[in-house]
C-alpha cells in the first residue's frame, strides 16, 4: 500500500522540483508520514561524460539508471531532497506502506531494478481471507526470475510475472497487461496500480480491483487524522508536461494524496487504463488493458 510518482521527458533532464514545484515535491514527501516504511526512487540519466575502459573495464553503456531506495521515511532521510533537485529524463518515486505483514527490509523496498527496468507498485495481492500472494507455494511464477528481482514481497511477484512475459516476446506494454490479466485470474480484487520503466519507456497503469478504499487504509489515515484522504486513494492522476515555448515535453503521473487539480492540468487515469511514454521524444498515449 504505496504511493507512487513517476515521470518521462522528451529526452532532457528535469528534476522533480522542476516538474512538481518545491511545494508540490514537499507535499509528496509529507505523506511519508503515513507511508512511513521507507521510500525509493529510480532516475534515468544522460552520463555528463562516458567512463573510459583504460582501467579494464567494459564499455559502459550510453545511459544509466541511479537507484537508491532505503527502510528511513522520506521525510526523515536527508538524501530526499538532494535527489528531488537532481535532474533526469524519466524517473520513479515510491513511498511504502507495508502490507500484509511483509517484512520491513530492503530487499522489499522499491523501485525494483531488473533485467534494466524499473518498477513499483501499489497493492496488496490477496485474496478473500487476506491470504498474501507470497504464501502461495503453489503460485506459477518463475522461482530463477522472481530471485532476480532481488525482492520477497507480493510487488516482487507481480515483477516477475512482467518480467516473465517479457521473457516471451511481448513488448513492455503488453507485457504488463497480460502479467495483471493472469494475477487477476487468483487474485480479482487486488490493485495492480503500478508504474514501470525502462531506457526508452515509462508505463503507467491504474489496474484496481475495487473503486472504494477498504477499511484497513482508512483506519491507517485515520489514525494520522487524515482519514478524508484516502477516499480517493486508488486514484491516479496525470499532467501533461510542456517546455519553456509551451510545446509537448512529456508526462508525469502520481498516485493521490497530494493537490492535483483540473486548474494545474492534472486529469484522472481511468480504471484499467495505461499511459505509455516513450522517455526519449516525451510522446505518449493512452490505451486500455481490456
Known sequence: MCRLLGYATAGF???LNAILGTEG???YREMSEIHNDGWGCAMLYEPIERPGTLDGGAPAPETGTKLYKTTVAARLDPVFPELASEPARGGLW???LASSNLPLILENQQPFFANGLSFIHNGDISDSHGRNIVTNRQYPVNHSVFLSTGGRSDSAIFFAVILEYIGFGYDLDEAVAQAVRELRQAYPRSSYNCMIQSQDQFIALNAAGRERTSSRIVEI???YGQGEKAQDYRVMRYRALTDEEGAPAGIV??????DQTEADGWEELENDQMIVASNRTGEWSMRSID
Do not use: I, P, T
Open 253 to 258: 503521473v502520481a498516485s493521490s494524496g497530494f
Open 13 to 15: 533532464n528535469l528534476s
Open 221 to 223: 489515515y485515520d489514525q
Open 25 to 27: 515535491v514537499d507535499a
Open 94 to 96: 515510491h513511498l511504502r
